[in-house]
Nanobody, 126 residues
Framework: QVQLVESGGGLVQAGDSLRLSCAASGRTIRTYNMGWFRQAPGKEREFAAA????????YYADSVKGRFTISRDNAKNTVYLQMNSLKPEETAVYYC???????????????????WGQGTQVTVSS
């Protein structure tokens, strides 16, 4: 089991950028595929981005493609989500998660992520 702690959320204006961090402890993330999900008020948690354990393959939801970038620093045991051109409808709690399942078939499947952080609030004002 890996413990995950997100940080970097906050209040920004539409069009601004934020970088979220997810610090892992307990186990190295080198053996995990990592993902970012988000949950807006009254909505289900949804996939935003993920990467493979090596960081060489990334996956994005269509709604964030070209604006969000997932990356990792395995030496620091940390995963990042760079978010550019944020929109008000992207106001949500953002969660980091770890999965032992690899490949595009599982990357977007929330049920395949077994370890989760507590989330960090991102609020985008119009």
């Amino acid at each position: 089991q890996v413990q995950l702690v997100e940080s970097g959320g906050g209040l920004v204006q539409a069009g601004d950028s934020l970088r979220l961090s997810c610090a892992a402890s307990g186990r190295t993330i080198r053996t995990y595929n990592m993902g970012w999900f988000r949950q807006a008020p009254g909505k289900e948690r949804e996939f935003a981005a993920a990467d493979s354990w090596s960081g060489s393959t990334t996956y994005y939801a269509d709604s964030v493609k070209g604006r969000f970038t997932i990356s990792r620093d395995n030496a620091k045991n940390t995963v990042y989500l760079q978010m550019n051109s944020l929109k008000p409808e992207e106001t949500a709690v953002y969660y980091c998660a770890a999965s032992v399942y690899s490949g595009s078939f599982y990357a977007r499947d929330i049920s395949k992520y077994g370890d989760w952080g507590q989330g960090t609030q991102v609020t985008v004002s119009s």
